[in-house]
């Protein structure tokens, strides 16, 4: 049986055999799949940190306690250092 491989897929096994790596579609298949699982989970861990310092954040502000009101001041009027 024959599969013929669309142009990015057949370039980057090409890639791969000039490199001395024999792959066939199935393992193709499962790297890119295993690819873009891995950027899916990345994705959706850091929007649950994003979501999570929302809240933190709003926790903060609803407790009176968010912000360092001298330390504000002095990043407004000196700007941000590195201690």
């Known amino acids: 049986m024959s599969v013929t491989l669309a142009p990015p897929l057949r370039e980057a096994r090409e890639l ?3 490199r001395g ?3 066939n579609v199935g393992e193709l ?3 890119g799949a295993r690819a873009l699982l891995a950027e899916v989970e990345a994705s959706a861990a ?3 940190r994003r979501i999570a310092l929302r809240h933190r954040l709003s926790r903060r502000l609803r407790e ?3 912000f360092d009101v ?3 001041d002095e ?3 000196r700007g941000w250092t590195r201690a």
Do not use: I, P
């Open 70 to 72: 001298d330390a504000l």
């Open 21 to 23: 790596v024999e792959a």
């Open 46 to 48: 850091a929007e649950e």
């Open 75 to 77: 990043v407004r009027e």
């Open 64 to 66: 009176g306690d968010a």
């Open 16 to 18: 791969l055999r000039q």
């Open 29 to 31: 298949a499962l790297a």
